[in-house]
């Protein structure tokens, strides 16, 4: 069974480099959806200049591991799981990156009646290391209930 819920989301995240720490806040407009056992969370926010970027984060009920996916001003994909590094690439057009994510928590109580998804990661792009603190947190969109 499919099953579509509109959610007003407050995205949080939390970027310490070097001992220097950048916090940004911003909310937008998600879907999250969920057929069978797979859950996703889509999104899109609204960058520094107005770039736009697309964020899609999907797990597997059961499983301790989360896909992250971003396309828009910056693309860049991983699977974010604790027991295993993940490579993969991290583009700015023109540019492109090695990235490894290596995750250290994972948290996902969030249903179709809201709540929240927190990653903590390391994240190196092209030797730039950065400790990364991800939180969603979702409610239902207040239109959607009456």
């Given at each position: 069974m499919k099953?579509?819920?509109?959610?007003?989301?407050t995205?949080?995240?939390r970027l310490?480099?070097?001992?220097e720490?950048e916090?940004?806040?911003?909310?937008?407009?998600?879907?999250?959806?969920?057929?069978?056992?797979?859950?996703?969370?889509?999104?899109?926010?609204?960058r520094?200049g107005g770039?736009?970027?697309m964020?899609?984060l999907?797990w597997?009920e059961?499983?301790?591991?989360?896909?992250?996916?971003?396309?828009?001003?910056?693309?860049w994909?991983a699977?974010?799981?604790?027991?295993?590094?993940?490579?993969t690439?991290?583009?700015v057009p023109?540019?492109?990156?090695?990235?490894t994510v290596r995750c250290?928590?994972?948290r996902?109580?969030?249903?179709?009646n809201?709540?929240?998804?927190?990653?903590r990661y390391?994240?190196n792009?092209?030797?730039d290391?950065?400790l990364?603190?991800?939180?969603?947190?979702?409610?239902?969109?207040?239109?959607?209930?009456s």
């Amino acid at each position: 069974m499919k099953q579509e819920t509109p959610m007003h989301l407050t995205i949080h995240s939390r970027l310490t480099t070097g001992g220097e720490t950048e916090t940004v806040s911003t909310e937008a407009r998600g879907v999250l959806r969920q057929v069978g056992d797979h859950t996703s969370l889509a999104y899109t926010e609204r960058r520094e200049g107005g770039a736009r970027v697309m964020t899609t984060l999907s797990w597997q009920e059961g499983t301790p591991r989360v896909h992250l996916t971003h396309r828009g001003a910056v693309k860049w994909e991983a699977d974010f799981d604790p027991e295993t590094p993940a490579v993969t690439r991290y583009e700015v057009p023109p540019y492109a990156f090695d990235l490894t994510v290596r995750c250290h928590e994972i948290r996902l109580p969030l249903d179709e009646n809201g709540g929240e998804i927190h990653l903590r990661y390391t994240r190196n792009v092209g030797g730039d290391e950065a400790l990364v603190e991800l939180t969603v947190t979702a409610r239902v969109r207040e239109e959607e209930l009456s």
